[in-house]
């Protein structure tokens, strides 16, 4: 049974870190790309990230690069979403997924993903 779970939400103050992870089962993480989304108030759901199998390319949306790094764990079956100089535009709730691909085809489509996680929050504020 594939399933992904996120956890490392919280709130927040502007300019700290937050690492969040996917936790993924019933696959393998050198078969599929997994992609994190950010849906913040009011607004589309977005993909700010995207860490293809087996680590080969990572990308990311224009407003986090440079300030967001994607990877997999050592020895884990995670891939995780470091969070750094963080905004109040990064306020939102993160979501995993996986792509259909083992590479980050059209990764910002939604209709290219057939798992996805429930999300965890991320409150950036004073």
Request: aromatic content about 14%.
């Amino acid at each position: 049974q594939v399933q992904l779970v996120e956890s490392g939400g919280a709130p927040v103050q502007p300019g700290k870190s937050l690492r969040l992870t996917c936790s993924v089962s019933g696959f393998s993480l050198n078969d599929h790309a997994i992609a994190w989304f950010r849906q913040a108030p009011g607004k589309e759901r977005v993909a700010v990230s995207c860490y293809s199998a087996a680590g080969r390319n990572a990308f990311y949306f224009y407003s986090v690069e440079g300030r967001f790094t994607t990877f997999k764990g050592d020895a884990e079956n995670a891939v995780h979403l470091q969070m750094n100089s963080l905004q109040d535009g990064d306020t939102g709730v993160y979501t995993c997924a996986r792509l259909k691909y083992h590479r980050c085809y059209n990764y910002g489509s939604d209709h290219e993903y057939d798992y996805w996680g429930q999300g965890t929050q991320v409150t950036v504020g004073p």
